[in-house]
């Protein structure tokens, strides 16, 4: 606890329970162990801020004026507080002590401001919140009522030449300083003689109204900017873990306020970028699977097309040679054929010839018997010829087989038509037959 109250350079901190006891300070003083709705210090303005986050229900920071703190030997003192929760129930309310040193150490800055040239605070009871730099003592005791301070109060920005509260003709440049509970009046003067002639006046007003937003700026910064810089700095920090790859990091969520929202929502990016991680990993060793099997099978495709290309070429030659065989065959029953046709001719002729020479009938009657079983023999070579034909169709693959018995049947088709021109010749006149 001494290392934060010495970091932040608050004057002391409490712990007041929800029923107004005062359970833990730093410094142990007269306000240690009292009650701040009962007992002693009930009006103070420790007091007064303990009833103000009492009656609010919002985890926001709440602050109450400087006044005089009996428990702190009457020293100028302010109080800002906020409420303790656990499982979203007020247990207690953590109070900060501020003392006024470091804002009147600012406000005492001289640089630029010439040799009249002063800022200082005014609150809304018109006591001032800062020394003077002309007057010692001044802070909760010197009043000042001029018209800078009323517009400044007010609510309004801008300069005029009064008299202030020395007195004395000044240029003056005013602008409200309103933060929650807080209402105050920056002032910023210089003497009029000082700053006479109009263009060192303009640069004059210019340089107090920096000052007097450069110390704005500078009040609100230590004032108000911890509880806002530090959840930042941690949101850093764990961005800079992400972006090395650690995706368990956590921010820590406090209250409900602008900062927790976005801690919740960084924490909720943290989370969908590991199941997105996640993901893309599975997805990835999916696809490295899937190429694996796709190469297999790539590989097994080849083979067998390879193979299919072969029985191909192997199926395309025998085709080309069982098609030469069938025209062969062909060939040789249009053959036949052609001849049993000239056989069936001849034979009608002979039969024509032996009508005509009836009176040779008895001699020639052996000769035509021998004819008629000629023509019989012929005929049933014929049948065998069809018969042999069929069974060659049937056996296209033995293609020389075939080849050989065409050509025998044609040779025995051919002795038996020779047998018959010899036997017809034999039963008639050579000359008829010829004819």
Excluded: C
């Amino acid at each position: 606890m001494k290392t934060f109250v010495d970091d932040k350079g608050f004057y002391d901190v409490f712990i007041v329970g929800t029923d107004g006891d005062v359970t833990y300070t730093y410094f142990k003083e007269k306000d240690f162990a009292t009650n701040l709705l009962k007992g002693k210090w009930k009006n103070t303005n420790l007091a007064k801020l303990f009833r103000i986050l009492q009656n609010s229900n919002d985890d926001k920071v709440h602050y109450v004026d400087f006044e005089p703190y009996d428990p702190s030997s009457g020293s100028p003192a302010a109080f800002a507080g906020t409420p303790l929760k656990k499982d979203n129930k007020t247990i207690g309310y953590l109070i900060v002590q501020l003392p006024i040193n470091k804002i009147d150490y600012i406000l005492q800055e001289r640089t630029g401001m010439g040799e009249s040239g002063e800022t200082y605070v005014v609150g809304p009871d018109y006591l001032m919140r800062s020394n003077s730099r002309f007057e010692e003592n001044t802070i909760l005791k010197r009043k000042v009522e001029t018209k800078s301070v009323r517009e400044a109060l007010k609510g309004n920005t801008g300069w005029d030449i009064i008299n202030n509260y020395r007195g004395i003709k000044v240029i003056s440049a005013y602008l409200p300083f309103e933060y929650n509970e807080l209402k105050w009046a920056l002032i910023g003067e210089i003497d009029y003689s000082e700053a006479n002639d109009s263009i060192k006046k303009l640069v004059k007003t210019s340089i107090i109204i920096l000052v007097i937003i450069l110390v704005l700026s500078i009040i609100t910064s230590i004032l108000f900017t911890n509880k806002l810089v530090n959840p930042l700095k941690e949101a850093v920090k764990v961005f800079e873990k992400v972006s090395n790859g650690d995706l368990t990091v956590k921010l820590e969520i406090k209250g409900k306020d602008e900062i927790a929202i976005l801690a919740k929502s960084l924490n909720k990016t943290i989370d969908n970028l590991k199941r997105s991680m996640e993901n893309i990993v599975e997805i990835s060793k999916k696809l490295n699977d899937s190429s694996t099997d796709l190469a297999t099978i790539s590989e097994e495709n080849n083979v067998n097309i390879e193979k299919i290309s072969s029985q191909s070429e192997i199926i395309e030659e025998n085709t080309e040679v069982l098609s030469s065989s069938i025209e062969q065959v062909s060939s040789g029953v249009e053959e036949i054929a052609a001849n049993s046709q000239d056989i069936s001719k001849s034979a009608q002729e002979m039969l024509n010839s032996s009508e005509e020479t009836s009176q040779f009938a008895i001699e020639g009657q052996q000769g035509m018997e021998n004819i008629v079983n000629s023509i019989h023999n012929v005929s049933e070579k014929t049948k065998n010829v069809e018969i042999i034909v069929s069974e060659l169709a049937n056996k296209a693959q033995n293609i020389g087989e075939i080849l050989e018995t065409i050509g025998s049947i044609t040779e025995q088709t051919n002795l038996l038509a020779l047998n018959a021109a010899i036997e017809a010749a034999r039963a008639g006149k050579p000359e008829k037959v010829l004819q």
